[in-house]
């Protein structure tokens, strides 16, 4: 009996040591660690989230939407909460587009938080959601989509993926600020393992506005298909083409190849294609500078359309030899004619009248060595030799196009200040900012009206009988370009390329009144042919022949 009554003792005074270390450990919770313990409390259910704000739409002159923003989710989990990680990889999968053995990868991993998904579609995070998965959440944040796929890629460029969907390339990196909006915020009381109880919005979000453009779906389109036959074709490195209105500089396409699909992961040599080679890329122009060259003369009263100058196959200029493309026996040839077939040595003399001051001078008159100004990131300036530096040779390769470097938006510019009387105007892509139009920038007068009208006059025979560009037509309109052909430096040497070069074909119709510009480059085309009479002429020859019946441009 007196065994029993100790053990009870035993008993009793035990639990009266625990409780009394309950109470013990109970006071010193509530005491001078109890505000701890409430902010832990709170920050574990009560969490502050940014609500993204919807970026603008980007559309097309005529309202086509480019780009949009749609809802969706950020999807996260905590590992430490899934019970069963086989069976919810099993179940995540399909909805995640993801593999099963991926999903339990993330799953698995010795942490508290990680990625399951970080912009999924809004009806597939539902269905996630849905299936009410402790420690499966979602965070609201926008998607970035572009209906049309890879059209104007290169020209939209790139949102991120992260939480604050920040342009990273093309217009939605230069426009940012204007598309991406002001975020809001929210507070988030959640339970235990997670799920969200209560939401109460504390700052209403703001869109960003949205951004009308001056291109044209359907021309863009048209150009992006020609561009593609022609790598089918010649197989070149790249190639880009602009349409132009020269009367306002507005852009109507700017399309690249190779094309890239912004909607879809991309690679390493996709991101390399989004660069906009129509802004970006310096090429020496080689026989479409010839109307530059022409251009000056003119205006200096130098030569008239009609002067005649005796033409050998080839001409000496300080140490260096130049040649026409092809052999001939000394022959007569008009500026007219000169430009018309391209002849090297007719250009050079007519470069030769005006001298390296006033050439040098009409080079930078007509834009090249500065940035065009176009509202487009990466707008290049290209590389202009300075006057300082000309040698005794330079005016024997500076006027045909060889030892400068232009872009192709600043050979399009060019040409359209040609087509449009003298006055040479920025380019533009931006027509309107959330509904506001946007004023054009002044142009400025680089040529007469006479010597433009000279110009044009003198171009339409590039595609006439005779001219470089002869096999090229638009049934109903008068045609009027130039053709270029540019060997490229090879970087190993440090010479010339005999395999490397650059075709390009510049134009505009209808001739005697040009409403429509249209420039084509084509970086190392591998097979057919290098010339530019073959192989961007014809491209050129396509996109007119779709875009001057599709705005409705009078035959002329």
Request: hydrophobic share 40%.
């Amino acid at each position: 009996m007196a065994v029993v009554q100790r053990r009870v003792g035993l008993l009793f005074g035990l639990f009266a040591v625990l409780l009394l270390l309950a109470g013990l450990r109970t006071l010193y919770l509530g005491g001078p660690h109890s505000a701890a313990l409430r902010r832990a409390a709170r920050n574990q259910q009560l969490t502050n989230e940014r609500v993204p704000a919807q970026r603008g739409t980007i559309t097309d002159r005529n309202g086509v939407a480019l780009a949009i923003s749609e809802p969706a989710q950020e999807l996260t989990a905590d590992p430490h909460l899934i019970k069963q990680p086989l069976q919810t990889a099993r179940r995540l999968a399909p909805l995640l587009g993801l593999t099963q053995a991926q999903v339990l990868t993330k799953l698995s991993e010795s942490t508290g938080f990680v990625y399951l998904a970080h912009a999924l579609a809004y009806n597939v995070a539902r269905q996630v959601l849905a299936l009410k998965i402790p420690g499966v959440q979602g965070t609201p944040v926008m998607r970035r989509v572009y209906p049309r796929g890879a059209l104007a890629a290169q020209v939209l460029g790139l949102v991120g993926t992260e939480n604050e969907g920040a342009g990273r390339m093309g217009l939605e990196y230069s426009l940012n600020s204007t598309l991406a909006g002001h975020a809001g915020e929210r507070s988030v009381v959640s339970d235990a393992i997670g799920q969200p109880v209560s939401i109460a919005e504390t700052r209403h979000e703001q869109a960003g506005e949205q951004v009308s453009l001056t291109l044209d779906a359907n021309i863009q389109q048209r150009a992006e298909q020609v561009l593609s036959a022609v790598g089918k074709l010649f197989h070149p490195k790249d190639s880009t083409a602009i349409v132009m209105d020269p009367r306002t500089g507005a852009i109507l396409a700017m399309a690249n190849w190779p094309s890239v699909n912004i909607d879809q992961p991309l690679s390493k040599a996709a991101v390399e294609a989004l660069q906009n080679r129509a802004v970006g890329f310096n090429y020496e122009p080689g026989s479409t500078f010839k109307s530059v060259t022409v251009a000056g003369a003119l205006q200096e009263g130098l030569v008239t359309p009609e002067s005649g100058f005796e033409i050998p196959d080839q001409i000496q200029v300080a140490d260096r030899t130049i040649h026409d493309d092809t052999e001939h026996a000394a022959e007569s040839l008009t500026t007219s004619q000169i430009l018309a077939q391209s002849s090297n040595v007719g250009a050079i003399k007519i470069g030769l009248l005006e001298g390296r001051r006033k050439f040098n001078s009409w080079v930078h008159r007509f834009g090249f060595g500065a940035p065009t100004g176009v509202d487009l990131p990466g707008d290049e300036s290209g590389a202009t030799l300075p006057l300082s530096r000309y040698s005794g040779s330079s005016m024997g390769n500076l006027p045909i196009g060889q030892g400068e470097l232009v872009t192709p938006i600043q050979m399009a510019t060019a040409y359209s200040a040609i087509a449009n009387g003298g006055i040479l105007r920025p380019p533009r892509i931006v027509a309107s900012i959330g509904g506001h139009l946007l004023s054009s920038v002044p142009g400025r007068r680089v040529v007469s009206e006479t010597t433009a009208s000279e110009l044009r006059t003198m171009l339409k025979g590039v595609l006439a009988p005779g001219g470089t560009a002869s096999a090229v037509s638009v049934p109903g309109y008068q045609l009027a370009g130039k053709t270029g052909t540019a060997s490229k430096i090879d970087p190993n040497t440090g010479e010339y390329s005999k395999s490397a070069y650059v075709a390009s074909f510049v134009g505009f119709a209808p001739a005697s009144d040009p409403k429509l510009l249209c420039a084509v480059i084509i970086d190392e085309p591998q097979t057919g042919s290098i010339f530019g009479g073959v192989v961007a002429a014809p491209a050129f020859g396509q996109i007119m022949g779709f875009a001057l019946p599709y705005l409705g441009i009078p035959p002329g």
